[in-house]
């Protein structure tokens, strides 16, 4: 294997969440990360997954598909592998087990395989490119370090994990009722945020310019890092998924969730950072004034007491100034709306890190999230390397054929990728490739009878 070095520019060469330095964290040890590829990663379903069918048996089977995807390895001190290929679920599980990456990034299905591409190269032609990749979206907890005050940077807790859960409700009923996905994987980043893969075909064959319309379709964000007023709600009325995301998820997180737990009223600087969200001067005097004069009671009780005074203002009619019929809504936006790394998306070839991989900084694996009980989820319990090692030890080593992972909290998670989105997948696949395969013979038969 050759080691890739990134070049300045290249639009083939971006790789999600690259490690900013190099000091492990405690508990993390990579030892633990032999034995776990060793004893617990699901080489065949993440084979399987990334096959999509062809590696079956089927005439209509395209046997190069999987020896085509690229994979890369960040090693240990940040060594970057990049353009790896496995022709078999046996040299995956070999490639990693011996190279026991820190991380494993998946990247798109290229036309020719990506270990080859510098034969290809010689023949001065552009035939290397990725021709198929999953819609992913990558979302981030810091790039709401400007609404959170619990934590900033890498931290999260449980008063801010709500906003990535509100993020996996607006995003995947977008993705279900207004395109029609249907085969949706979510995944923990492992440390501070959420990772989305739409893996149905038309997904996968989407252009670079189709993926960035997608992109642009959750777009609210108009302003720059240091515009006050970020949310921008223009037009006549307001586009019925912006409604549905409004009144299904947003607006309950701001007013029962987040007003309390971010304890956005409770200080003058905080309501100030509210105050200039509203685009009349004269109303955010008004409300300054009110709140000056009236601040006793619990903080729980300024938070709630202060925000139906704004929305009792903003909506009583009185003010007519332009733009104050919806900044209600834009502040809830502004506070609690899915914050996306555009880029990730609108790219065919961006790296996305692997679900069940182990975050080097936490050691939390990057398990599946069941977007119907999002909300059930807790960051701070998803198993950790030595967590994982020590439910396989005070269990005894299987029997030969057993499923270690069965035997540690990581079964749950592998079970639930299985039954409930990798076995529908399959099932998808293999009856769009029947129904090609199917069409295709029949165009043959009408040829040759014509």
Known sequence: MVIEEAVNGRDDMLIDGQMADQDLPSGFNPNFLKLYYAKLFPYGDIFRWMSYGNDGKHPACDKSYFSRRELSFTLENDIYLRFLSFNSVSELEKGIREKCPFKIDIGPVYSVDPAKRHAYAQSGENVFKPVERELIFDIDITDYDD??????????????????TAAIRVINTALRDDFGF????????????????????????????????????????????????????????????????????????????????????????????????IPDE???????????????????????????????????????????????????????????????????????????????????VCVPIDPAHCHEFDPTTVPTLSQLLQELNSGGMGQEGDNDWDRTSLGESVRFFRSSFLEPLLKSCKEEMESAYNSKLQQSKNSMTW
């Open 282 to 364: 004269s109303v955010s005097a008004e409300l300054r004034g009110r709140w000056q004069k009236r601040s006793s009671g619990s903080k729980d009780n300024i938070n709630a007491v202060r925000w139906e005074h704004l929305k009792h203002t903003l909506q009583s009619g009185r003010h007519k100034g332009q733009g104050l019929r919806r900044c209600v809504e834009e502040i809830v936006f502004s506070f609690s709306y899915p914050r996306l790394d555009m880029e990730v998306s609108k790219h065919m070839n961006h790296l996305l890190k692997a679900p069940f991989c182990v975050h080097p900084k936490t050691g939390r």
């Open 182 to 277: 249907r085969h949706i994987l979510w995944v923990y980043s492992g440390r501070r945020g959420v990772h989305c893969w739409v893996c149905d075909g038309k997904a996968r064959r989407l252009t670079n310019e189709q993926r960035a319309a997608i992109a642009d379709y959750f777009r609210v964000y108009k302003g720059s890092e240091n515009s006050k007023k970020k949310v921008s709600l223009t037009g006549h009325a307001l586009h019925p998924f912006l409604v549905r995301s409004y009144t299904e998820v947003l607006k309950d997180l701001f007013e029962q969730t987040l007003l309390s737990s971010q304890q956005i009223f409770s200080t003058e600087d905080k309501c100030e950072k509210v105050l200039e969200m």
């Open 147 to 164: 609404v959170r005050y619990c934590c900033s940077g890498a931290d999260v807790c449980l008063d801010c994990w709500p906003l990535m």
